[in-house]
């Protein structure tokens, strides 16, 4: 599993708990999904969950703006939850992360990490004071005596607007992530896709879609495309007059007042916008550099839902393409195990956050 993500080189020295539990939160720009944890990191097990929605102005440009509002929604959701853990798995957007791949001769420990900064130092457009980094071997060329290092690096302030909301709501960050791993981590937990098979994950977030490509257990590429939920949101709330809230509802499969045949020649435009997005992303980020094919896509986030959206993007993509299900291989002891599983592809980076601990690498 990735395990880039104590990115953010936080080191804990309070590591109280509550019977060895987490909370894994996944912060995103409309919603803030808890689950509350305990188990080893290779199968999670689900103790609480909970849901609740943002104000669109909460989370901008890949930070937290108001983290008031942010902490109160969070105490909100640990109280409606019943979670009793204390530290929490977190992550920052991966559009407001550097990632890059170098290859530097083998070498002792703090050698390397000399040259990975050195390395930094070139191809970071930020004084290396204002940032985190973080890095990890992630494949040895013995041919060359040589190793692939994929670093990673994030402006402080960005994390801090993380961290400090966390710590307003009275719990303590021990691990911050970044969305393109933890979606690649609740995948390592749930399938096991055959020797080299190629597969492409894409989390449809509100405001962006997050997408990283695996060979195998490795993920080769990661990237996003500026197009999510909010999409089907403003096409409803500007044709039907509703809320955003109610928007947020009647998008994935109608309601009583607003049924599905009214709604889907609304939104028919929107997912056939959303494929094409994803469509060229994928065009571009993966068959113009290579021959090879993508075997499978497994789609998540909260629009995952919007009835026709994964047909559409199987008849564009011309591949197979289905619902991923986060929970396959997870252990679930929640009361509401139904309402749950109804919403799991919401919770996909919720619970690649859940495969971490404070300390691991």
Do not use: C
Request: net charge negative; no cysteine; glycine share 6%.
């Amino acid at each position: 599993m990735s395990a880039l993500s104590n990115i953010l080189n936080l080191r804990v020295t309070n590591l109280f708990r509550t019977d060895g539990r987490l909370l894994s939160l996944d912060i995103g720009s409309s919603a803030v999904k808890l689950l509350e944890i305990d188990g080893p990191a290779d199968r999670p097990r689900i103790r609480a969950f909970g849901s609740h929605p943002l104000a669109p102005s909460a989370v901008q440009n890949n930070m937290i703006q108001e983290p008031d509002q942010v902490a109160a929604v969070i105490r909100t959701l640990v109280a409606e939850s019943g979670a009793k853990a204390k530290q929490v798995i977190t992550a920052v957007p991966g559009p407001a992360v550097i990632i890059k791949k170098i290859q530097l001769p083998h070498q002792e420990p703090g050698e390397l990490e000399n040259s990975v900064l050195f390395e930094a130092g070139n191809f970071i457009p930020e004084n290396l004071e204002n940032v985190n980094l973080d890095f990890q071997i992630v494949d040895v060329i013995e041919r060359d005596n040589q190793v692939e290092v994929l670093l990673v690096a994030v402006k402080k302030e960005i994390i801090n607007s993380y961290t400090s909301a966390i710590r307003m709501a009275g719990l303590e960050p021990a691990v911050v992530d970044v969305d393109y791993f933890a979606l690649e981590n609740m995948f390592e937990a749930n399938y096991s896709p055959p020797g080299n098979e190629i597969v492409a994950l894409v989390n449809i977030g509100a405001r962006y879609s997050s997408i990283n490509i695996l060979r195998g257990s490795r993920s080769t590429f990661t990237g996003d495309v500026p197009v999510g939920g909010k999409e089907f949101n403003d096409t409803l709330v500007r044709n039907l007059g509703v809320s955003y809230v109610e928007a947020e509802t009647i998008k994935l499969g109608g309601t009583s007042d607003h049924p599905l045949a009214e709604i889907d020649p609304l939104l028919q435009p929107v997912k056939e916008f959303i494929a094409d997005e994803i469509h060229r992303a994928l065009s571009f980020f993966w068959t113009a550099a290579t021959d090879e094919t993508i075997s499978a896509v497994y789609v998540s986030g909260g629009a995952a839902h919007v009835p026709g959206l994964v047909t559409l993007l199987h008849e564009r993509l011309e591949m197979p393409v289905q619902l991923a299900s986060p929970f396959e291989r997870v252990d679930v002891s929640v009361r509401d195990r139904e309402g749950l599983m109804k919403d799991a592809p919401s919770y996909a980076i919720a619970v690649g956050l859940a495969t971490r601990r404070p300390g691991d690498k």
